[in-house]
């Protein structure tokens, strides 16, 4: 029990300081790598609290893909970051209205957890004993939150369909693939047979 409490202690305090320094870091490199460090010490929490399927989601997606992309963009992109900080002023009341809004939802979720326990104690969550955590977190995803699991797919799918159509712009002087002009084309179409006489080629 002290070891388990040594641990927790431990992984919430590095990870709160990599959160602080990822905002504090001047680096953009360094603010990637401080996030990486607290995603592992969030992924600790989850092993203390006996959820190793959401830690090992956390390392896989988030370190493993997510992270690497953005630090793969921020290395690969010239990206002036004096010129993004230089409107920070500017936006800052609209960054501390939002700021207070989560504040107070998180005053919310910790009062009404502290307000009503039996909120946790009656919870679906499936006895551990009969099933696995990554079992029983699949008997509660895809039964009871399965048209939610399916909505929340459908977003995601949108905002990719949408962020394409945004980004994406044809250039005029560019060449562009056209699937149904080559499905169709035909032998006498796609190939020219041209008789060059010797000694002369072709004008």
């Not at 290395?75 to 002036?80: A, E, S």
């Not at 929340?152 to 693939?177: C, E, N, P, S, Y």
């Not at 796609?190 to 008789?195: D, M, N, P, Y």
């Amino acid at each position: 029990m002290m070891l388990s409490a040594l641990f927790f202690y431990l992984f919430s305090t590095m990870c709160i300081g990599a959160g602080v320094m990822v905002i504090a870091a001047k680096n953009p490199v360094h603010a990637v790598l401080y996030l990486i460090f607290a995603f592992f010490n969030a992924a600790g929490l989850f092993v203390l609290l006996g959820a190793e399927f959401l830690a090992m989601i956390l390392v896989v997606v988030y370190v493993g893909a997510v992270m690497v992309l953005f630090l793969f963009v921020v290395m690969m992109l010239d990206v002036n970051f004096a010129e993004l900080r230089a409107g920070f002023l500017k936006y800052l009341p609209v960054g501390a209205i939002v700021g207070i809004l989560l504040l107070v939802e998180l005053v919310f979720v910790v009062g009404a957890w502290l307000t009503a326990p039996d909120l946790i104690r009656d919870a679906p969550t499936p006895p551990a004993s009969e099933m696995s955590n990554t079992q029983a977190l699949g008997e509660l995803l895809y039964t009871r939150y399965v048209y939610l699991f399916e909505a929340a797919g459908l977003i995601l799918l949108v905002a990719m369909i949408g962020a394409i159509v945004l980004t994406l712009h044809h250039k005029r002087d560019v060449r562009r693939q056209s699937v149904p002009a080559q499905v169709g084309r035909t032998r006498e179409t796609a190939i020219e047979v041209v008789q060059v006489e010797t000694g002369k080629g072709l004008k």
